[in-house]
C-alpha cells in the first residue's frame, strides 16, 4: 500500500547544503509521524529527525543544522541539511507511521557524502 523513496542526496562539500525529499506512493495520514534515519559507514542507523502532528524533534548531533517538514497533501516527507559536515555522510532512510520495534514503511536510502 505504501512505498517511499527518497531522492536529492550527492556530493556536497564541508558547509554546504543538500534538501533530501521523500514520497510515497500511497496515502499517508497527517496523523502518522514521518522521518529520517541515517546510517554512516560502519555503523548502525540512528534516528536523525521525527516529526509528527504535535511534535518535531532531532539528534543532537544535527539540531540547528537539520530542518524536517512534510506536505501531507503530497504525502512527503523533507529534510534541508544545512552546514554540512563529513561526520553527516552516510545512506538516509526516510520512514513513516510506526510499530512495535520502529518505523513500519522504509524508503531505499539515498547517499549523502560530504567532503572535506
Known amino acids: 500500500q505504501v512505498q517511499l523513496v527518497e531522492s536529492g542526496g550527492g556530493l556536497v562539500q564541508s558547509g554546504g547544503s543538500l534538501r533530501l525529499s521523500c514520497a510515497s506512493s500511497g496515502s499517508i495520514s497527517s496523523s502518522k509521524p514521518m522521518g529520517w534515519y541515517r546510517q554512516p559507514p560502519g555503523k548502525q542507523r540512528e534516528l536523525v529527525a521525527h516529526i509528527s502532528s504535535d511534535m518535531i524533534n532531532y539528534a543532537d548531533s544535527v539540531k540547528g543544522r537539520f530542518t524536517i517538514s512534510r506536505d501531507n497533501a503530497k504525502n512527503a516527507v523533507y529534510l534541508q541539511m544545512d552546514s554540512l559536515k563529513p561526520e553527516d555522510t552516510a545512506v538516509y532512510f526516510c520512514?513513516?507511521?510506526?510499530?512495535?520495534?520502529?518505523?513500519?514503511?522504509w524508503g531505499q536510502g539515498t547517499q549523502v557524502t560530504v567532503s572535506s
Open positions: 520512514y513513516a507511521d510506526r510499530i512495535l520495534g520502529g518505523p513500519k514503511y
